[in-house]
C-alpha cells in the first residue's frame, strides 16, 4: 500500500463509501500522497486491481452486478484500522522494487 502514491484519506473515503476512480483521478489533492500522480483515470484503476488482487479492495456491487465503484475489503479495514498503518511509513527503495517484482509476476 505505500508504495502506490494514494494518501490515507484515499482509503478512510473507501472504508466510508464507494468511490469510482475517475473521481479519485480528479481529486489529486485529496487522495494523492506524492508529487507523482497518474496521467489518466486508467492508470490509476489498474492500481486499484492491484490493490483488489492482494485483497485490500474490492469492486461495489448492487442489484445489477458489479459496479465501476471500489470499496475496502475486511483485509483492507483490518490494515486501515492498525496503529501502524503501512501508509503512515515511507516506501524505501528496496519496498519499491519488491512491489514492482511481485507485481510483474503475477501477470
Known amino acids: 500500500m505505500r ?3 494514494f494518501s490515507l484519506q484515499l482509503f478512510r ?3 466510508r463509501q464507494g468511490l469510482d ?3 479519485i483521478w ?4 485529496r487522495y494523492g500522497r506524492s508529487r507523482s500522480w497518474y ?4 492508470a490509476l484503476e489498474d492500481d486499484l486491481r492491484w490493490l483488489i488482487t492482494v485483497g485490500v479492495l474490492r ?3 448492487d442489484g445489477q452486478g458489479l459496479t465501476s465503484r471500489f470499496r475496502l475489503t475486511p483485509l483492507g479495514r483490518q490494515l486501515l484500522d ?3 498503518t503501512p501508509l503512515s511509513q515511507k516506501a524505501s527503495l528496496l519496498d519499491h522494487l519488491r512491489h ?3 507485481r510483474f509476476l503475477s501477470f
Do not use: F, S, Y
Open 39 to 42: 496521467r489518466h483515470a486508467g
Open 100 to 102: 514492482q517484482i511481485r
Open 21 to 23: 476512480a475517475t473521481n
Open 26 to 29: 480528479a481529486d489529486q489533492h
Open 59 to 61: 469492486r461495489e456491487v
Open 82 to 84: 492498525d496503529q501502524k
Open 3 to 5: 508504495c502506490l502514491p
Open 13 to 15: 473515503d473507501l472504508q
